[in-house]
C-alpha cells in the first residue's frame, strides 16, 4: 500500500473509516481547498462575518469558541448554518490537555458543548492515553474525529522528539477517533515498531501558515503552503490573521482575494506533490 | 537560605514578592489549611452548594468553570461572595496549552472572563516560554500567579524527565508570575545549572491526593496527603470526589466530615515535615 501522502484526497476519502475524516478529505476533494481559516476574533458579529466571507474558498474552519466575548447558544445555530451554506467543516482548536474524567465533561459540556457541533478537536498527548479515551467516550459515538498535537510552532516547544514520538504510538492506538496531527510534518513511521504503519492514513493539519510574514512577537513561527504542503507533505494548511488582518474591519473583497490567493498556493502545492510521487 | 520547603507557610509569604503566592501563603497560615477542594460539578447550584460547603476547611478553592452548563456572569459574583466569607483563594484549573497570543484571548476575554476572578491558574509547558509571555501580559497587571504543570499524575503521561527540566527552566526564567507547579514532588535544584536555586520559593500544589481510592478507570492515580507533603514536600494538596462524592447530593454533616479529615490530615504532615527539618 502507498502511503497516504502519495494518494489523491478522493482516494483517501474512500479508505478512511472515520466519519469526519472522510468528510473532511470529501470536502477539500470537492471546493479543491486544503485551507482551514482559523477565525480568532472576540466579538460575535465578526466571527459570522470572517467566516460568511472566508466559507466559499475553506474546507474546515478552526474556532477559538472560548475568546468570543458576546457568545450565546445561538451563535451556534448560525455557524451550523455558513457550515452547511458554504461546504466546510467546524475544528474547535480546544487543545484538550487534562485528565480523562474532566476533558470528557469539558468537551460534552459548559456553555460551549463542543462535541454538538465540532466535526474535529484537538488535544495534547502529555496527560498519557486516558486523555484520548475520555474524548472518545463522548465524541467517537457521534462521528467526530480528534487530532493530538504531536509537535507545536512555536519556538521552545517541548513537543519534539520522543514527546513527539509517544504522540503517534498513542495515535496508533486509538486509529477510530483520532484522525491526526497538528503537526509541521508527515509521520509516517514515527515512533513506529515492527508493526507496519503502511495503512494507517493520518491527516496533517498545519498551522504557522503565512505568504507576507515568518513570525510575531509572541513566538509564532510562519512558513509558506509551498514548505508545508509539497516539501513536507503535510493535508491542511492553517492561515489566520494572514487571511482576514483583525477581523473587525472585514473588506470582503480584499479578504476574499486572500483567501483564494491561499487556497490557490495550497491546492498548486499538493498537485505538484501528487504529480511528483505518482 | 534554607530551602522553601524547610520553612513555615508563614515566613514563606513574608518572602513572597507575587501578590497571589503571599497571599495563598498568608490563607494557609491563617486556617491551618493546605487543602485545595477541587469542584467538578457540571451544575450551578450544586457548584456553589459543594464551594459553600466545604469553604471553612480551605484554602483555595480549584474550579473547571468551563464545565458548568448554566453558567452565567452572576456566578462568579456568588463565587467571589463564597470566597470573602470562607477565606479562600480561587483557582481556575484551566491548563492553558496555546500560543502565546490565543491563550491572552482565552484568559482575558470568552464568556468566562478567567483573570476577572481567578487568582491562580495554570498552563502546560509545551507551547514552550511564550505561552507564559502571553498569560502574564493579561495576569500580571491583576497581580495574578500561574502555577505550570511540570508532571501529571495520570498513567503513561508525557510530562517526565527533560519535560520537566525545561518546564522548571521556564518557571525560573518567570518568577515574577509563575509561582510554582502542578507535580507529585519539589522541583528545588530540577533542571538547575550553575545559578543557584536557592532563594526560589516554588509552590507545589499536588492532585491525585486521595485517602480512600487508589485510583479511577480513566487512568488518574491516587497517593495520601502524608505521601504528598510529608514524603514529598509538597504545599498544597488537592482533593475533589473524595470529598463531595458526585455533588448533586450533598449532605452537609458528611463532606464537612470528609473536607476536616483531609484538612487535618495534610496539616499533620506539614508540621511533621517542618519538625523534621527545622
Chains 1, 2 share one sequence.
Not at 479515551?133 to 459515538?141: F, R
Not at 510534518?185 to 496533517?204: I, K, P, Q, T
Request: glycine share 8%; with cysteine.
Amino acid at each position: 500500500m502507498p502511503p497516504a501522502y502519495s494518494l489523491t484526497y478522493a482516494q483517501r476519502a474512500e479508505r478512511h473509516s472515520n466519519p469526519a475524516a472522510k468528510a473532511l478529505l470529501e470536502t477539500i476533494e470537492r471546493k479543491k481547498s486544503n485551507l482551514c481559516v482559523s477565525v480568532d476574533v472576540a466579538k460575535r458579529a465578526d466571527f459570522l462575518r470572517v467566516i460568511d466571507t472566508v466559507g466559499p474558498y475553506v474546507c474546515l474552519i478552526k474556532t477559538h469558541v472560548d475568546i468570543i466575548e458576546d457568545f450565546e447558544p445561538a451563535l451556534i445555530e448560525r455557524l451550523n448554518e455558513l457550515s452547511i451554506k458554504h461546504d466546510f467543516l467546524i475544528f474547535e482548536d480546544r487543545k484538550f490537555a487534562d485528565i480523562g474524567n474532566t476533558v470528557a465533561l469539558q468537551y460534552s459540556s459548559g456553555v460551549h458543548k463542543i462535541a454538538q457541533w465540532s466535526h474535529i478537536t484537538n488535544a495534547h498527548p502529555v496527560p498519557g492515553p486516558s486523555i484520548i479515551v475520555g474524548l472518545s467516550s463522548v465524541g467517537l459515538p457521534l462521528g467526530r474525529g480528534l487530532l493530538l498535537l504531536a509537535e507545536m510552532s512555536t519556538k521552545g516547544s517541548l513537543a519534539t522528539g520522543s514527546y513527539t514520538e509517544e504522540a503517534v504510538r498513542m495515535a496508533r492506538a486509538h486509529r477510530d477517533f483520532v484522525i491526526g496531527f497538528i503537526a509541521q510534518r508527515r509521520m509516517d513511521g514515527v515512533g513506529a515498531s515492527d508493526v507496519s504503519s503502511d495503512e494507517e492514513d493520518f491527516l496533517v493539519l498545519t498551522p504557522g501558515v503565512g505568504l507576507d510574514s515568518r513570525g510575531d512577537s509572541m513566538g509564532q513561527q510562519y512558513r509558506t503552503p509551498d514548505e508545508v504542503v509539497f516539501e513536507s507533505g503535510c493535508d491542511v494548511i492553517i492561515v489566520g490573521r494572514g487571511i482576514y488582518g483583525k477581523g473587525n474591519d472585514v473588506d470582503t473583497q480584499t479578504v476574499q482575494a486572500q483567501a483564494e490567493r491561499y487556497r490557490k498556493e495550497g491546492w498548486v502545492a499538493y498537485e505538484k506533490r501528487i504529480a511528483r510521487l505518482s
